[in-house]
């Protein structure tokens, strides 16, 4: 299930960290009240531009507080200008945090990440179905130990799902995709 939040309501042009903790208030509301699996849209349409303090805080810090105070759900940036999405992505690498932006109905990472990141992320999209480590090892011609430190990555990162099943020979396994 999805939850947006339209953030034009406190102005076109958002700027100190104060600002950005009211509307991050807002936006742990609906984290909180969403369910395991769900995703929570901070809409940007409207909002012609923010400042470095304000991306840091809002989302710098709602991305670093995510995986701790609310598991297995998920942050999503939707309706980014250039201007803003070059913004947020210097705030993001300074952090060393990655989240996902839709932009026109297709998922991208955006933030601070290793070109590997990216493949593993689109892989998993393109699978189009729940795929384990096993079955990205071979995708993505790497071993099974590598493909294991990405998935654990962007998981803890919360931008992949991550899910225990049990595989045909009975071993538990994880399955991992990507929002829809």
């Known amino acids: 299930m999805e939850q947006a939040l339209n953030i034009s309501k406190h102005g076109s042009q958002l700027w100190t960290r104060d600002l950005a903790r009211t509307i991050r208030g807002e936006v742990e509301k609906l984290l909180e009240k969403a369910q395991a699996g769900d995703t929570v849209i901070i809409d940007l349409k409207g909002v012609e531009a923010f ?92 071993n099974l130990t590598a493909v ?4 654990t990555k962007l998981s803890g990162l919360s931008v992949i799902r991550r899910k225990a099943s049990v595989s045909t020979a009975g071993r538990q396994q994880y399955e991992y995709t990507v929002l829809k």
């Open 51 to 142: 400042d470095y303090s304000f991306a840091n805080e809002l989302f710098g810090t709602a991305i670093l507080r995510l995986s701790k105070e609310h598991p297995d759900r998920f942050l999503v940036v939707d309706n980014l200008t250039s201007y803003i999405r070059e913004n947020l992505s210097k705030a993001l690498e300074s952090l060393g945090l990655i989240m996902i932006e839709r932009k026109g109905g297709k998922l991208q990472l955006l933030g601070k990440m290793h070109p590997a990141d990216q493949e593993t992320f689109h892989a998993i999209e393109r699978a189009g179905e729940p795929v384990t480590a096993a079955a990205l090892k071979d995708k993505l011609g790497i």
């Open 148 to 151: 294991n430190e990405r998935l």
